[in-house]
């Protein structure tokens, strides 16, 4: 056997065995990307929350900070968060259900909404603690439209 038979040979044994190494690379970091986003998610709406239960004082500059990080992160486009594969059916570290690849077109008027009650609350947030507090049931029930629909439970 030749050197170029066996460098041949190696290569493509490494290629088998690195393809699938490389898909559950990619679903890993989609899995973590999109977790990341539902942890700032969570972070800012965490925030105004606490403002609007009076759990800490209303500032409208952070109250506008965190609104906005809101509306931001609506607006990405996180379509390659969401392979196949990357559900609670097929790995363990998600609570993505499986049902959410089958009804893309109902996630995606989700997102909408969402994108729509992030606007809202971006310009309700700096506006005083009432603007904010009638923006954040709009806003939870655009976040828990998807959760409950598509969200395993702990």
């Known amino acids: 056997m030749t050197i170029m038979t066996r460098f041949a040979g190696l290569a493509l044994a490494g290629l088998m065995i690195a393809g699938p190494v490389a898909a559950q690379d990619a679903v890993a970091d989609a899995i973590k990307a999109r977790q990341s986003q539902m942890r700032l998610y ?7 929350g606490a403002m609007a239960k009076g759990a800490i004082e209303y500032n409208a500059d952070q109250a506008s900070a965190a609104a906005g990080n809101l509306a931001l992160l609506s607006t990405l486009n996180a379509g390659a968060m969401w392979v196949p594969g990357s559900d609670s059916m ?8 499986p049902e959410l690849w089958d009804n893309m077109a109902d996630v995606g008027a989700k997102a909408q909404a969402l994108a729509a009650a992030t606007a809202a609350m971006n310009d309700a ?4 603690l009432e603007a904010l507090q009638a923006a954040m049931g709009p806003l ?3 976040c828990g439209a998807c959760h409950k629909a598509y969200r395993a439970p702990e």
């Open 42 to 48: 969570a972070f800012n709406l965490g925030q105004l």
């Open 90 to 97: 097929s790995v363990s570290n998600t609570r993505a259900l």
């Open 125 to 128: 947030a700096g506006n005083g």
């Open 140 to 142: 939870g029930g655009a």
